[in-house]
């Protein structure tokens, strides 16, 4: 008792409520400055440079920061493994209201938020080792497979073409042709999307591989839909 009186910051507390736990505010603190480190590396380092998006960007570091301290700090209401498994059910099948998030922004999602749901649900039977190496090891898998395994990064655009003829599957070549002609691009496949025979027009989204110098000088938005008279 006396050792506690001793501390007025452990005993002091408001409704309740302590004013601050220093070892715990601490522990708080570090794991915070490791998980955002992780996913800048994951983010900024890694992503970014491929794809030059912005607005994921933001997007990533937002989850990264309000998955951990959801974790951390609700860690000990005794949720669980439940828990765990609620955050990612619940931010997993995340759709925005304009576009569909793409299958590699979504995987980069996933990612996020598994690192910030380790970092901050690990408790004390977890070595600061098993968590480092984790990280590590994610870290690791994911320039490894951007970096030097998938060395070309696959690109979209979404056009609309005039030449409705050359949406028939017997004139595919002849579709490829002329998008690369008209865009400059190495369109390599095309997906035909909504078609209007009203207009003779039709959305025809096109992919392309393109190099770090290629991509910086085009839309940072590679869906805008483009006209091709």
Known sequence: MEELAADPLVVARLFGIKYINTEDFMELLVRFIFNFGMA???????????????????????FSVIVFFLCQLLSNVKLGLGFALGLFAI?????????????????????????????????KKISYAELIF????????????????????????????EK????????HALLLEDLRERTGLNIHRTEIGRIDFLRDTARVRVFYY????????????????????
Do not use: Q
């Open 40 to 62: 800048l590396i994951i983010v900024r380092a890694i992503y970014y440079p491929i794809t030059r998006r912005k607005d994921y960007l933001f997007t990533y570091l937002m």
């Open 91 to 123: 931010f997993g099948i995340i759709r925005y209201r304009t576009d569909p998030i793409p299958i590699k922004e979504m995987t980069y999602l996933f990612v996020v938020i598994g690192l910030a749901a380790i970092n901050g649900l690990a408790n």
């Open 134 to 161: 984790t990280n590590v090891s994610i870290i690791t898998i994911t320039y490894v497979l951007e970096k030097l395994w998938l060395l070309k990064s696959e690109s979209r655009k979404t056009v609309m073409i």
């Open 164 to 171: 409705i003829d050359l949406i028939k599957p017997k004139n």
């Open 210 to 229: 393109e190099d770090e110098t290629v991509y910086s000088s085009l839309e940072e938005d590679s869906e805008h839909e483009t006209t091709l008279d």
